[in-house]
Each structure stands twice: as C-alpha cells, then as structure tokens.
C-alpha cells in the first residue's frame, strides 16, 4: 500500500500539471477526496471520456466512475472494455440500458451469473446469442436458450464449460457436422456419443472427438488408423496413447501426422531415428525443438541443411556445451541467434557472438542475462528501435544501463521500460514528466506499484513538453 504522503504528492502533481493521464494513473490509488479533484482533469471533454473508457491500460476504478456518465456511447464503451468488473456490469444492465449495452453485458466474462439469468434474451435475438456464447452462462439457462438459439448460437453453448451431458446429447441431434464436431470435443461429452461420433462419417467429428482430453485409449487407439490423415494426426496428440504404438506412423503417407508425431513429449527411440531423417523439414524442425531427442541426433540435426531445423537445435534445451559452441559458429545469423538467448551459452560462445552486428544475433544478445554491461550499453546506443527494446526486456540489464533509455526516441520503448524492476523509484518518477502521455501513465501507475516514490515529482514549468491530449 502506498503511504498516505507519498499518495498525496502523486495526486497533487497530476492536478498541479492538469494531466488527464497521470490522473488516470493516480485515481485508482487515491481516496474519495482526491478522486473528486481528479475527475475535473479525467472527465475535461468528451474526447477523454471515450478515450479512456475504450482504452486497454483504463484502470478499473475509472472505468466504474465512467459507467456512471449519462452518455449512451460511453457507457457502451465500458459494457465491451474487458477490465470492466462485475458490479459496474451490474449497474450497466440495469434499469433503462439500451440493447447494445444489454448485448455486451450479455457476452462479458465477468458479468455476474445473477445478471446473466436476468437477462431479456426472448425479446432480444442480439442478447440471445450473446449469452449462448459467454462461457458463464450457467446450466440452466444454456438449456433454455438451447430450445430457440440459431446454429451459429448452439455452437456456442456446445463450447460452454457448463454443458452437461444431457444438454450435449440433445445437441447431437443436430444433422450439421460441425455442431455434433463441437459436442464430439466437449469434456462432459457422455460414452455413448462418443462411441457415435467415433463411427461419424464427418472426418471433422472424428477429428474433434480425438482431440477431446476426455477421450479414452481406446478410442484414440482405434482413430489412429483412421483413413483421414488430420484424425489420425489429432490422435497422435492424446496423451494416453503409448509411445510403442506410435512407431508405424513414424512413415505414416500424411507429413501432417509425421509432423505431430515429431512434437510428442516421450518417443521410441527407433521413431526418433526415423523422423530424424524424414524428407519433410518441418517433421525434422519440430524434433529440433524435442526434449526428449538425444545428443546424438541432435548432433545430426544440427548439420542439417536447412537452417530452421539448425535453429531448432539450437533452443532445444537438452543442447549440450559442446553442440551450443558448435551452432554459434553456424553460418546462418538466424541460427547463431538462437544460441545467443540462452542463458546457458558457454562463455567463449557469448563472447564471440557479443562482437557481431547482425541484428538478429544483436537483439538475442540484448536479451541474454549473462551479457557483459559494456556490451549492452552498446547495443542501448544503437540506432534499431528493436535492438534498444532488446535491452530493456533483459530482467538482468543494470539500472545505468536502462537509465541511458529513458530517452529513446520510441514511445513504445519507454512505456515498456517503465515495468523494468531494476529503474528506482526516482527514475519512475521522472518518466512520469515524459512528452507522450502513455508512458506518463504507465510511469505512474509503475511508481504507485512500487508505493514508495522517493522525491516529489517536479511540476510542468511553462516550457514543459507534456501534451494535453485535448
């Protein structure tokens, strides 16, 4: 919690600069008191008013006091901002809410399960179908929606967490493949169905019900010789199905089943061997990237002749010292980048690739922990936005070193620089005083996290190049 002085300072220098940001910021922080000074500098123009409430940082709290404005467009836009809470979406389909707003209420994830129920769907097609969509809707009200909802609708509640295995079998009735593909998916999907849809003519519903975490071996072992290859390469994912039984696919006609199967968590050994040499690059790059592939055929895959297999080898995290070493002299730069993000690259490796200026392997650098300061000092003075990004998404980059970045010529960069836990608090506090609003407001709201601001902010003199956005 931010001290009672510390809080104070952060309000007064928002109403002291008249900044609608920094009063975003400070508003979800402040007391009723405050909150009352702030609101004339929030709330100035129409122009604020949908701006923050249509804007992804809008703190909740603002979002709550604008729910309560007259304006049917701004209320609008708070009913659909996700961050909205539940009881401001209680108050926003109350009594005289228009039907846009009763729609977008309807398909909120945090509207309350008691307003959902209260809901005027029969009068509103628009509302009807927006609540067989939210995944909230409890049971009881997904079966009476059930009785009158379109296609695209049932769909939805197909999709629900909610749906039970009565509701599901009654949807299966449906002739379109695509709806019973959606109930063949579903959790709570009962035996019987399952038994059905295993025997569908749709290869959709065959493939949904293979994908269905609640599907049982056997069942998966049977669409594993499926005639369609996109079933059988949805079985290959289930995790109940033994690793022995996966070796005939490893020369399976589909690359898109050799391909799924290449990603599994625990493979045969002969499988590996196989797909180590498979004609398809992407069934060899996804066994680049496999835990459970051995040193030996890593050291093949990482002479392959195409450089994306390489790079997959090169993030595998069982890459031994020795294998790093070898792939930081690759001579795709794409490659030498995959070695230089990780944390652990053997020393000579970090140290060679540390001198290069290919932007790919520059900007993995930027992001290593064990890069040397000086280094990414150099690489924070360079002329490539991303390359100076780099730096600042490095959690190990010392404060001097963010500290030359405060000024980088993109927003973007400053604004992201502010959630960088090594800046102090007086650092935070004089972003909070930057040209663009954005990283004014993500500053503050930065230094209120921290709840200890460590110097009063500065107030704009006259030549202050803080902008109003009025």
């Known amino acids: 919690m931010m001290p009672v002085d510390a809080l104070a300072r952060v309000v007064a220098n928002a109403v002291q600069r008249a900044d609608p940001f920094l009063a975003a910021a400070a508003y979800a922080a402040a007391g009723e008191q405050d909150r009352g000074r702030l609101e004339p500098i929030l709330l100035a123009s129409y122009r604020l008013k949908r701006q923050f409430a249509e804007a992804p940082f809008a703190p909740p709290e603002v979002l709550r006091r604008l729910a309560a404005e007259p304006d049917r467009k701004i209320r609008l836009k708070v009913a659909r901002h996700p961050a909205t809470p539940p009881e401001v979406l209680r108050q926003l ?21 008691e307003v959902l129920e209260g809901m005027p ?23 009476a929606l059930a009785e009158c909802a379109p296609l695209a609708a049932l769909k939805g509640i197909a999709n629900s967490p909610n749906a039970d295995a009565g509701l599901l079998a009654r949807l299966w009735e449906s002739p379109d493949p695509y709806l019973r593909a959606q109930v063949a998916a579903h959790r709570n999907c009962p035996p019987a169905i399952m038994e059905a849809a295993e025997r569908d003519p749709e290869p959709a519903v065959r493939r949904m019900l ?23 390469a949805a079985a290959v994912q289930g995790a109940s199905v033994p690793a022995e039984e996966l070796s005939d696919l490893a020369a399976d006609p589909s690359s898109q089943v050799r391909r799924t199967e290449a990603r599994r968590a625990a493979l045969p050994a002969a499988v590996v061997e196989r797909l180590a040499c498979d004609p398809d690059a992407w069934v060899r790059r996804w066994l680049g990237r496999n835990r459970c592939v051995q040193e030996p055929v890593l050291a093949r895959l990482a002479a392959d002749a195409e450089l994306e297999v390489r790079r997959a080898v090169s993030r595998n995290p069982g ?10 002299a690759d001579p795709a730069a794409w490659v030498r980048a995959g070695v230089a993000l990780r944390p652990d690259i053997p020393a000579g490796a970090l140290a060679r690739l540390s001198a290069e200026e290919d932007p790919d392997v520059a900007s993995a650098i930027g992001r290593n922990p064990n890069t040397a300061r000086e280094v990414l000092l150099r690489i924070a003075a360079s002329g ?6 780099a730096v600042i ?45 954005h990283v004014r407001f993500a500053a503050l709201r930065a230094l209120i996290r921290r709840g200890r601001p460590e110097r009063p902010a500065a107030a704009a003199d006259d030549s202050s190049s803080t902008t109003n956005p009025e």
């Open 93 to 113: 389909a109350g009594e005289g809410a228009c039907v846009e707003t009763l729609e977008a209420v309807a398909r909120h994830r945090n509207a309350p399960t």
């Open 384 to 389: 490539n936005a991303d390359l100076r990004r």
């Open 121 to 143: 769907w029969r009068e509103h097609p628009g509302v009807r179908d927006a609540l067989c969509s939210n995944p909230r809707a409890p049971l009881a009200l997904l079966r």
């Open 319 to 328: 890459c031994t010292p020795a294998l790093l070493d070898r792939l930081a």
């Open 393 to 437: 998404l490095n959690r190990a980059a010392p404060r001097e070193v963010l500290r030359t970045l405060m000024e980088d010529p993109y927003p973007l960069n400053r604004v992201m620089l502010t959630e960088h836990p090594a800046l102090a608090g007086e650092d935070l506090e004089i972003l909070t005083e930057d040209p663009d609003p």
């Open 210 to 232: 293979a994908a269905n975490p609640a599907a049982s071996m056997q069942t998966l072992l049977g669409l594993l010789g499926d005639e369609a290859a996109e079933v059988r």
